[in-house]
């Protein structure tokens, strides 16, 4: 353990405020019950990726404890897992009535606050995961993909399932449609540089934007309609770039907030990326999933790319995670 | 298959009188598995076997920390053996043996899985798990949460999962290859768990899904709708984990040459022998029956607003052959099978003594209903292991545009085919053991299934055949409304097919094909069936009740949804499982005539 503290301080040490981790499977032949090659949650480190705790086929999604870092909170297969000791230690904080857990999102301005998106609705635990209530009563359809909490007003949740993109203001307790109907949504993000900007990533549909604090969505351009995107992002260190990815679309940047796109696939081994992320201590940086082929890393916006690790792999998320609380 | 095995078995099973008993058919099993004589050994399964009989315990210890130290795979797949392991030591295992196991159970994270099937290994065997190992905390298992909240955990599921059968059914209903991961973890239950009312409720779940399997079997072969069945049982019905069960609880047919692991970890906890009753409803052919009951389907995440729609079977059977249906529609993903007709033969093995047709359907939206995959990578993933599910050949599956309806053993089949869909045409599957098969200027088809059965069908639209790999015919009808009418008979009840296509063909039948396929057809059994397509189906003029459907109803068991309460009948012979009270009542109906 000691030996993991020390890769811990060095790697802090190289990337500055945040770590990086990326949930995956390497499950190519792998269905129930067969052998599953090194999968689950993996951290980064100087030299390659660390696979941290218990190997695991499905982890959809993870966040942190605002409190505390270095534990994480992992939304999986078979529910929703607070992994300690930067993800090395598991613990389970859900029972038998939930399974096939999608999202996760902890509310960063309410102490012990934690939601999760499942395939038969929403929860929320007010005391760190110890308890939970069901909060989807007033969704028609219930499986949720997209969870997230809107950090500058309290109480506003967003979610995003088979039907559409809805908005609560009272913690998830009612709902209103707030775009994309009848289209199955992937991903929402909520801009850092701006809280009322939103994104959200669908199937078919293509990309969705929000610029009233996610109360109305509309389609913003044809970036992957007809097709089915599989992520969103806006780069940290540049409020007018914004990142997708998907299925045939492969990886597609936008340097004008979404008014145009240009393919940042070349280099990368097929059109098939899973998911993505900016690097917010390093401008240019990111990395791109590519569905079970392995992570790549760009320098220069995507205009290039190398293969980072986690060969073999399908990457459902990238997360930089901040080293200490309150960044 | 291994050869040597196999030998070995069929040897072991030559020794007994035509029928052994029941202790000799289960303790065959046993032996089998413990006396391996394949090539190296049996893993897990020998251990289990070898320390049920007491032998070779040195072996056993070695063997298991063998395995436990390659590294534990098989989510509850692993979970299973190992806790039969843990509770069949008694004193046999080593002290390094028993904590490499004690030890696997905090280094190695099982995963849960997605299925009705996976969830019950997975709890019985983490009940029973931290039953053995009480009042150890949570960093002494991979769940992080203490023996206590793990038995609690269990307990809970275990019993919501029997509510729900006893209430709606079963979702993953009358496999006959799954069949053995429900009766397994009950068998586990009904010998080890230590809580009184959690050992009677799992070995009145016993009486429970052996009596869902009795009257819908013919002579041990699972015949009608499955919610789930493999590609080779499909056609050669004997070919699966049934077959097992049949033999081993009623003498019935033939096990597989070596028995499925599943009868044998059954065999070596509670190995319930079943009541004379459920004996009599497996094997009382002497008068045709129909058997009726309500399931469900599997979880529906997405595109439906209730979690579980309804799967209303009917299954009519006589000692010469079983006509068996659902009413069509996806119900399940991938490996329903929606109807069929079974012939009764003197040796099933190798036999494929079956008849149905399907309209072969894939698609995202399938299995997006069923489970959270994403889109594109879906299909290409469960080919992995369901390697037809996307061919347009294929023989298995459900589709949105079936609708099935069956009168005792006259069955209507109608397709109204959308053209978009990936492969817009019904398939047929015409045995290669049809004795004799007459294609008739009528338009009906004549066949005669062994020596007991003749089948008559009638194809809505003109068809084509096509070879199938080993043999058989495939129908292919590209016509996209479309439609079958079935009726099956005895073959003791006329001289010959020839005349047995002669009644056929004077037996009024009117059909149209638009706007949507429609039946009007008087069957051999003197009803007049009116069928279209999306309409509820009427029998002499008074539609189907299916807001009446019973869980089980029939001659031999009578359950009222949400009852939680079965009654298994034969002659006088009653038993009541009442799940509420959790009482097994045996009981005599005084009402019953004297002659059955």
Same mark, same amino acid.
């Given at each position: 353990m000691r030996f993991l503290l020390l890769l811990g301080a060095f790697h802090s040490s190289l990337y500055g405020q945040y770590t990086l981790y990326a949930a995956m499977a390497n499950a190519k032949e792998y269905i129930v019950g067969a052998k599953l090659p090194p999968s689950g949650l993996f951290l980064k480190t100087a030299s390659d990726w660390r696979h941290l705790g218990y190997n695991h086929p499905f982890i959809s999604s993870l966040d942190y404890d605002s409190s505390d870092p270095s534990i994480l909170y992992l939304a999986a297969g078979n529910g929703l897992i607070r992994a300690s000791e930067h993800g090395e230690k598991w613990k389970f904080l859900t029972g038998s009535d939930v399974t096939e857990l999608r999202d996760v999102a902890v509310d960063h301005n309410a102490p012990g606050v934690i939601y999760f998106g499942y395939c038969h609705g929403i929860r929320v635990s007010r005391d760190r995961g110890v308890?939970?209530? +069901?909060?989807?009563?007033?969704?028609?359809?219930?499986?949720? +993909?997209?969870?997230?909490?809107?950090?500058a007003r309290a109480g506003v949740l967003l979610a995003g399932g088979e039907e559409g993109i809805f908005r609560s203001e009272d913690g998830g307790e009612t709902w209103k449609i707030a775009g994309a109907a009848g289209f199955q949504i992937t991903r929402l993000v909520q801009s850092p540089h701006a809280p009322c900007e939103w994104l959200a990533a669908t199937q078919i549909g293509g990309l969705f934007a929000s610029h009233d604090c996610g109360k109305t969505f509309e389609n913003s351009g044809r970036i992957g309609v007809g097709g089915n995107l599989s992520d969103v992002a806006f780069d940290p260190r540049d409020p007018n770039r914004i990142a997708v990815a998907g299925w045939t679309v492969g990886l597609a940047i936008s340097e004008d907030r979404g008014a145009t796109w240009q393919s940042r696939n070349a280099g990368l081994p097929s059109p098939h990326v899973t998911s993505l992320a900016f690097d917010p201590a390093q401008s240019g940086r990111l990395y791109a999933g590519v569905n079970q082929e392995a992570l790549y890393v760009s320098g220069d916006n995507g205009k290039s790319w190398s293969k980072d690790g986690l060969d073999g792999s399908v990457v459902t998320r990238i997360d930089f995670i901040p080293e200490s609380a309150g960044k | 298959m291994k050869i040597a095995a196999c030998l070995s078995i069929l040897a072991s099973l030559s020794a007994f009188a035509q029928t052994p008993l029941f202790a000799d058919r289960k303790l065959a099993i046993v032996d089998a598995y413990a006396h391996y004589q394949g090539k190296g050994d049996y893993g897990y399964a020998q251990i289990a076997a070898k320390l049920w009989r007491h032998e070779d315990a040195a072996w056993c210890s070695r063997k298991l920390e063998q395995l436990l130290a390659a590294g534990p795979v098989g989510d509850m797949f692993w979970m299973f053996p190992?806790?039969?392991?843990?509770?069949?030591?008694?004193?046999?295992?080593?002290?390094?043996?028993?904590?490499?196991?004690?030890?696997?159970?905090?280094?190695?994270?099982?995963?849960?899985?997605?299925?009705?099937?996976?969830?019950?290994?997975?709890?019985?065997?983490?009940?029973?798990?931290?039953?053995?190992?009480?009042?150890?905390?949570?960093?002494?298992?991979?769940?992080?949460?203490?023996?206590?909240?793990?038995?609690?955990?269990?307990?809970?599921?275990?019993?919501?999962?029997?509510?729900?059968?006893?209430?709606?059914?079963q979702g993953e209903y009358d496999s006959p290859h799954y069949m053995g991961v429900y009766l397994i973890p009950m068998s586990y239950l009904a010998a080890w768990a230590k809580d009184p009312a959690m050992k009677k409720r799992a070995t009145m779940m016993l009486d429970y899904l052996i009596a869902d399997y009795a009257p819908e079997n013919l002579d041990g072969l699972y015949v009608g709708a499955h919610a789930r069945v493999y590609?080779?049982?499909?056609?050669?019905?004997?070919?699966?984990?049934?077959?097992?069960?049949?033999w081993l609880w009623f003498g019935l047919g033939?096990?597989?040459?070596?028995?499925?692991?599943?009868?044998?970890?059954?065999?070596?906890?509670?190995?319930?022998?079943?009541?004379?009753?459920?004996?009599?409803?497996?094997?009382?052919?002497a008068k045709p029956y129909t058997h009726y009951e309500r399931k469900r389907t599997r979880n529906r995440w997405r595109f439906f607003d209730d979690l579980h729609g309804r799967v209303y079977k009917t299954t009519y059977v006589r000692r010469e052959y079983a006509v068996g249906s659902d009413q069509g529609g996806v119900?399940?993903?991938?490996?329903?099978?929606?109807?069929?007709?079974?012939?009764?033969?003197?040796?099933?093995?190798?036999?494929?003594?079956?008849?149905?047709?399907?309209?072969?359907?894939?698609?995202?939206?399938?299995?997006?209903?069923?489970?959270?995959?994403?889109?594109?990578?879906?299909?290409?993933?469960?080919v992995k292991s369901k390697k037809t599910y996307d061919s347009p050949d294929k023989l298995l599956g459900g589709s949105p545009y079936e609708k099935l309806f069956q009168d005792k053993d006259t069955l209507i089949a109608l397709y109204d085919i959308q053209p978009e869909t990936r492969f817009p045409h019904v398939n047929g599957f015409f045995s290669k053991d049809?004795?004799?098969?007459?294609?008739?200027?009528?338009?009906?088809?004549?066949?005669?299934?062994?020596?007991?059965?003749?089948?008559?069908?009638?194809?809505?639209?003109?068809?084509?055949?096509?070879?199938?790999?080993?043999?058989g015919r495939r129908l292919f009808s590209p016509y996209l409304k479309n439609g079958f009418v079935v009726q099956v008979a005895a073959a003791s009840e006329y001289p010959d097919l020839a005349a047995f296509g002669r009644a056929i063909a004077k037996l009024p039948l009117e059909f149209a094909l638009d706007p949507v396929p429609s039946v009007r057809f008087q069957s051999l059994r003197g009803a007049t069936l009116e069928f279209t397509y999306g309409n509820t189906p009427k029998v002499n003029g008074k539609p189907l009740d299916y807001n009446h459907w019973p869980l089980f109803g029939g001659p031999f068991l009578e359950a009222a949804v949400d009852s939680e309460k079965l009654v298994?009948?034969?002659?006088?012979?009653?038993?009541?499982?009442?799940?509420?009270?959790?009482?097994?009542?045996?009981?005599?109906?005084?009402?019953?005539?004297?002659?059955?």
């Open positions: 308890t939970w209530r +069901e909060l989807a009563g007033g969704l028609h359809r219930k499986f949720t +993909e997209a969870l997230r909490v809107d950090r | 190992v806790t039969a392991i843990a509770y069949l030591d008694r004193g046999q295992l080593s002290e390094s043996a028993r904590t490499a196991l004690r030890r696997s159970w905090k280094s190695y994270m099982p995963y849960r899985g997605d299925t009705e099937n996976h969830f019950l290994l997975y709890y019985t065997s983490l009940y029973l798990m931290s039953q053995l190992w009480p009042h150890q905390s949570g960093e002494m298992w991979y769940t992080g949460k203490s023996s206590e909240e793990n038995l609690e955990e269990a307990r809970q599921w275990i019993e919501s999962w029997v509510k729900l059968t006893t209430t709606r059914g590609e080779d049982q499909l056609v050669e019905k004997w070919n699966g984990v049934s077959s097992d069960f049949g033939h096990p597989l040459p070596l028995p499925d692991n599943y009868a044998l970890y059954y065999s070596l906890a509670s190995a319930y022998q079943p009541p004379e009753i459920l004996k009599q409803i497996a094997t009382a052919r119900l399940q993903p991938i490996q329903q099978h929606s109807w069929d007709v079974t012939w009764s033969v003197p040796d099933a093995r190798g036999v494929e003594n079956t008849f149905f047709t399907i309209q072969p359907y894939s698609s995202a939206r399938e299995l997006q209903t069923y489970f959270v995959f994403d889109p594109d990578s879906g299909t290409a993933g469960v049809l004795t004799q098969t007459t294609e008739d200027s009528s338009g009906w088809i004549f066949m005669r299934g062994g020596g007991s059965t003749y089948i008559a069908c009638r194809p809505l639209e003109p068809y084509t055949w096509k070879p199938i790999a080993g043999g298994l009948k034969h002659g006088k012979m009653r038993r009541t499982l009442d799940f509420r009270n959790l009482t097994t009542t045996d009981s005599v109906d005084p009402e019953f005539p004297s002659a059955p």
